[in-house]
Every structure is written in structure tokens, then in C-alpha cells.
């Protein structure tokens, strides 16, 4: 199973729809968006696609109200789940996702700090980097594969400022 991995959408809409794009044509069945949506129409375009959606809140979801009042699956940070017996933990800030995690945990996922990282672990820890691409100018996001536990970081493109 693939999941797909967002962070730090910040109201960019035109890659967040690249960035369902990409998730489709690489079969992803789940989005994980690590925070950082900021305004529910973003929500709206995720909730648009024929994938299920959990989420944490970020930093800037500064609508928390008309965000939940869209979704359920949107989380305080950090938030504990399985999926296809693989134990993964989602926060927004990579210090909150470090305190929380423990050896048991097979992958970490978070955002926040708008640069991508893959670390191998165990536990694996990813962050997709940002898909707004407002602070690097560079838009990307994660496609993991829970089978063979293993990620890759896919450049959405570069934004223009």
C-alpha cells in the first residue's frame, strides 16, 4: 500500500492539485497531510479527490473551526494510527513527532520546517518538504510505501514568487 505525504500546503492551490496529481498517478489508496493547510478551501480541493485524508493540524491553521467543520479527519497534533499493521505517527513539528515516538513506531511523519527529509530509521522518519513551495520556492511531497517501508521525496516543481 502507498501513502501519500503533504505538509505545508499554505493555500497553495495549484500545487496542492498537482500534488493529488501525483499521488493518483503513482496508485497512492490515503493522503497524510502534516499541517500547515491554513484556510478550509484547500481542505475543500483535498476532500475533492477520491482519497481518504487524515490530517494534524499545524502551526498556521489559524481556522481550526472551519476546518474541522469540514473534515473529521483533521487531528491535533501529534496523532497515533495503523494502517495495513504498520504503526505511524503524524505532528506537524518534527521535535513534537520525536518526543512522541518510541521504538516500537515504524514511521514518523511531519512537516513544519518546509525542507524534505527521509531518514531510513528505524523508525523512518519523513517529511515531504513543503507542496506550497512559498518559503524554498520548491514544492515537493513524499509517496512511502508501507509494504517494503521505504520512501521518495517527489519534486512537484518550482514555484514562482
Not at 513544519?112 to 512559498?134: F, K, R, S
Amino acid at each position: 500500500m502507498k501513502i501519500g505525504v503533504m505538509a505545508d500546503s499554505h493555500d497553495n492551490l495549484p500545487m496542492t492539485k498537482k500534488a493529488l496529481s501525483v499521488f493518483s498517478e503513482n496508485k497512492a489508496e490515503i493522503i497524510f497531510h502534516c499541517g500547515d493547510l491554513v484556510a478550509p478551501f484547500t481542505l475543500k480541493v483535498l476532500l475533492e479527490s477520491s482519497l481518504p485524508l487524515i490530517a494534524v493540524y499545524g502551526n498556521n491553521d489559524g481556522e481550526k473551526k472551519g476546518l474541522g467543520d469540514l473534515s473529521n479527519d483533521i487531528h491535533a497534533s501529534p496523532l497515533r494510527t495503523r494502517l495495513k499493521g504498520i504503526s505511524l505517527v503524524m505532528a506537524h513539528d518534527p521535535r513534537v513527532l520525536h518526543a512522541e515516538m518510541d521504538r516500537g513506531d515504524d514511521i514518523g511523519l511531519c512537516g513544519h520546517t518546509h525542507h524534505h527529509l527521509i531518514e531510513n530509521g528505524p523508525p523512518m522518519i519523513v517529511n515531504p518538504g513543503e507542496t506550497g513551495g512559498w518559503v524554498t520556492g520548491r514544492s515537493s511531497v513524499a509517496l512511502v510505501d508501507l509494504e517494503y517501508l521505504t520512501a521518495e521525496i517527489i519534486d512537484l516543481g518550482k514555484q514562482r514568487r
